[in-house]
Nanobody
Framework: QVHLVESGGGLVQPGGSLRLSCTAS????????MAWYRQAPGKQRELVAD???????NYVDSVKDRFTISRDNAESTMYLQMRSLRPEDTAVYYC?????????WGQGTQVTVSS
């Protein structure tokens, strides 16, 4: 059973930075597409950024030029570097891995942007 664990969330002031990590176990990471999603209170879960096995990345418009998704296959870890954070970035952030028709999810990590 694939297991994903996120870390790195917390409280940060507007304009600040955080780096989220997602570590995967029981799977060879480099073969699969991975993504970060987020869900704010009262809103649907939305895709923030994804990265496929080739390393190509994609971002939702609201985070372009502020967030960077990356992966370290040797460490079985994916990252989301978040800069210039805004209050509207406040959400629970989830790690996702797609293996064929199966989606695996982490438990989520809270990011709160507030002064």
């Amino acid at each position: 059973q694939v297991h994903l664990v996120e870390s790195g969330g917390g409280l940060v002031q507007p304009g600040g930075s955080l780096r989220l990590s997602c570590t995967a176990s029981k799977i060879i990471l480099r073969f699969y597409a991975m993504a970060w999603y987020r869900q704010a209170p009262g809103k649907q879960r939305e895709l923030v950024a994804d990265i496929i096995s080739s390393g190509r990345t994609n971002y939702v418009d609201s985070v372009k030029d502020r967030f960077t998704i990356s992966r370290d296959n040797a460490e079985s870890t994916m990252y989301l570097q978040m800069r210039s954070l805004r209050p509207e970035d406040t959400a629970v952030y989830y790690c996702n891995l797609k293996a064929g028709d199966t989606d695996y999810w982490g438990q989520g990590t809270q990011v709160t942007v507030s002064s």
